[in-house]
T-cell receptor, first 115, second 110 residues
Framework: DAGITQSPRHKVTETGTPVTLRCHQT?????MYWYRQDPGHGLRLIHY???????DKGEVSDGYSVSRSKTEDFLLTLESATSSQTSVYFC??????????????FGSGTRLTVV | GIQVEQSPPDLILQEGANSTLRCNFS?????LQWFHQNPWGQLINLFY???GTKQNGRLSATTVATERYSLLYISSSQTTDSGVYFC????????????FGDGTTLTVKP
């Protein structure tokens, strides 16, 4: 399996506090993605990155920011956590874009609870 | 945006049975992937299949891009096949922004 790790695996935080989730890869893949998974909604894209310092928004980006200062790390920050951001967060990586035939590899997920 | 519908939402099988899962999408796509999420939450890429047919052991997938659907076949199902199966699609005009269906939950009983 590709080397992709998410940290922390579980976190409980209070409403209004900032939270940062980390995705780390050892595969030197160009593309990295953050998704959230909620019951009844499948996976929804929050933000993605197509290179160092190159990021773009997904369908549910409000309240989230990302940074990618190194190829191997993609950080997701909840600027001021709300209960609606309680979810399981998945990071994914891919070697290239869709036209290269590259599939995604997912991390193990971070379960975030905002109380 | 593009809509992705998966059917059936839930499927219960006896071990050894075959099944077909369907993914319909509302517009032309350039990328389609099938994933399996096991009961522990891990997501595994099964196929990258924007068109044509692929096989991997007991699993195979077919995408008919012109008719906007994809099928995932599971033959001789095993209890370890249980979990949720997702398809995800992507368009070249929206590269990097995959849209996932809501999944099919498969339960294989011994």
């Amino acid at each position: 399996d590709a080397g992709i790790t998410q940290s922390p695996r579980h976190k409980v935080t209070e409403t209004g506090t900032p939270v940062t989730l980390r995705c780390h890869q050892t595969e030197n893949h160009r593309y990295m993605y953050w998704y959230r998974q909620d019951p009844g909604h499948g996976l929804r894209l929050i933000h993605y990155s197509y290179g160092v310092k190159d990021t773009d928004k997904g369908e549910v980006s409000d309240g989230y920011s990302v940074s990618r200062s190194k190829t191997e790390d993609f950080l997701l920050t909840l600027e001021s956590a709300t209960s609606s951001q309680t979810s399981v967060y998945f990071c994914a990586i891919s070697e290239g874009a869709w036209y290269g035939g590259y599939g995604y590899t997912f991390g193990s997920g971070t379960r975030l609870t905002v109380v | 945006g593009i809509q992705v519908e998966q059917s059936p939402p839930d499927l219960i099988l006896q071990e050894g049975a075959n099944s077909t899962l369907r993914c319909n999408f509302s517009d032309s796509v350039n990328n389609l992937q099938w994933f399996h999420q096991n009961p522990w939450g891990q997501l595994i890429n099964l196929f990258y299949i924007p068109s044509g047919t692929k096989q991997n052991g007991r699993l195979s997938a077919t995408t008919v891009a012109t008719e906007r659907y994809s099928l995932l076949y599971i033959s001789s199902s095993q209890t370890t096949d249980s979990g949720v199966y997702f398809c995800a699609v992507e368009r070249d005009t929206n590269a990097g922004k995959s849209t996932f269906g809501d999944g099919t939950t498969l339960t294989v009983k011994p």
